[in-house]
């Protein structure tokens, strides 16, 4: 179920977070009162929308504590189940991010959850506010702000953060100055209230539902909010909810992520089966290459053919923990690993795997969503502390995880506190989790397992990666998770799936 509407946590796919727009275009906050009690269903306009699929805008509150007030478009779409006997309601996929399109992900992903559903449901999808054709955010940040390696804040290579906190600090000053309303509005509650507000213009009186990465904390918040309104509830690569640490956890988990993810790349890049393409013989040899090499760009710096970007230490390790996700893009991050260690001074010509910034949506919906949702410190000191330890203990993402971001800065304090996710709720929510996993790694799916507690069971899967269902190619896990969501069963207890052979090409 790959695609960009399984964006990891926190922007990791760049630019495919958002995806195209496939409703009409989005609109401003508008100032009429919002209606939320029909729909108007359309054709979609992308061209790859799945055959059948319908596409609909939906008027939100753009502040549910003022329901008559300004109103904000969210775009929705639906592919209706094709054996209509069999239909028992409807299946919402919610993406990750924060800035996955679920629009998007009925488009790419509808066709294959139908199936593996024997059409029990109509598959159904929102894109959050501020994200695809809903009503637009936008922060103004300067392109140079949006650069990936910039805009996660990767220390220098002697780990000096003063440029990310003047970076953090532009940016909050931009959505402060440019995002109004839309960008203070954009947290994970309201997030859950607008997917409320498509239930109950649905017509439903449950929804079942596939949460994933950032998707599962949404999934998580609406069922702690709504737990009368779940039905079958899938958590898939869930994030840490200690709602002391929203957002500034999430991030921080990424070092230990990539560190237990590693070994999996380091098997395959030197399987013999690899032949030429092999960049070490064994498996043990390729985490120092890889710091040596990382360390070698941090002092000599190499120019990409294609876009005259500069492939620096940090493009390198953030390239390669965005490899982890997905071993399917083992293949590009070994690549560029070969021709980083090419001889000579002359231009790379792997191709820049950065080559464009973060668009503006992409920027607004982050920072709205981790600002808004908790409190960060505002202690610099307390930054450069944590990315010295950070450095020292996780040398694969030299601080990254623990560094400043614009939160920061962030004016005005969180409108409304963090959920904090319990076990106070119906028992029908399954968590699927890969063992190690780079993004939402395994302790802190543990730890929404046991804020679960009873309402919950686990499967656990000997897997790398990011995502699961339709995934990882384990049958094990996507004949547990299909039969729940056709047939209500779960596992009477937590279980393991072993491992079944590598995804990857």
Known sequence: MRSRSRTGILLTLSAAACATALTAPAQA?????????????????????????????????LDYRKPSGPAV????????????????????????GPGGSGVGAVAQEGEKVRK???????????????????????CGIA???????????????????????????????????????????????????????????????KLS????????????????????????????????????????????????????????????ATDPARGKDRIAERPEEVRPMFLALAAE????????????????????????????YDPDRY?????????????????LTAPDPFPEPLPQRDAAVFAGIVCNDGSWSRDVSSYERGVAAD???????????????????????????PTRITSRGPSNILMVQNLRDPSTPYRGALKMRAALGDRARLVSVDAGGHGVWLDTGNACSDRVVSRFLVTGQRPAGDTLCAAEGQRSK
């Not at 593996?116 to 936008?138: E, F, K, L, M, W």
């Open 331 to 347: 293949p590009q991050a070994a690549a560029l690993i070969r021709a980083a260690r090419s001889g000579g001074d002359g231009p």
């Open 297 to 324: 760009l941090d002092r000599k710096p190499r120019t990409f053919k294609d876009t005259g970007h500069r492939l620096t230490g940090n493009v390198l390790r953030q390239s390669l923990q965005l490899s982890l």
């Open 116 to 138: 593996a559903t024997n059409g029990a449901y109509d598959v159904v999808g929102i894109d959050p506010r501020g994200v695809g054709g809903s009503t637009a955010a936008d």
């Open 29 to 61: 906050v508008g100032a009429a009162a919002p209606h939320t009690g029909s729909l108007h269903w359309g054709p979609c306009a992308a061209k790859d929308s799945a055959p059948g699929s319908e596409c609909a805008t939906l008027p939100v509150p």
């Open 391 to 417: 450095r020292a203990r996780y040398p694969l993402t030299a601080g990254m995880p623990a560094s400043i971001t614009p939160c920061a800065f962030w004016k005005g304090e969180p409108a409304e506190k």
């Open 209 to 268: 539902a596939v949460g994933v990465s950032y998707g599962t904390y949404v999934g998580g918040v609406y069922a702690q909010m709504f737990p009368e309104r779940t039905d079958r509830w899938v958590l898939d690569s869930s994030v840490d909810p200690d709602p002391a640490r929203v957002g500034r956890g999430w991030l921080a988990n990424m070092a230990p992520g990539a560190e237990e993810s590693l070994p999996d790349f380091a098997r395959w």
């Open 143 to 205: 392109e140079s702000d949006r650069q990936m390696v910039d805009f996660r804040a990767w220390p220098r290579p002697d780990g000096d953060i003063s440029e990310g906190v003047a970076r953090a600090r532009r940016i909050a000053e931009a959505c402060a100055r440019n995002g109004g309303d839309i960008v203070r509005s954009l947290t994970t509650r309201n997030e859950a209230r607008d997917i409320d507000s498509f239930r109950k213009a649905l017509g439903e009186e």
């Open 73 to 96: 478009d969210v775009a929705v779409s639906r592919l209706r189940s094709e054996r209509p006997g069999a239909r028992r309601g409807a299946l919402l996929l919610i993406a990750g």
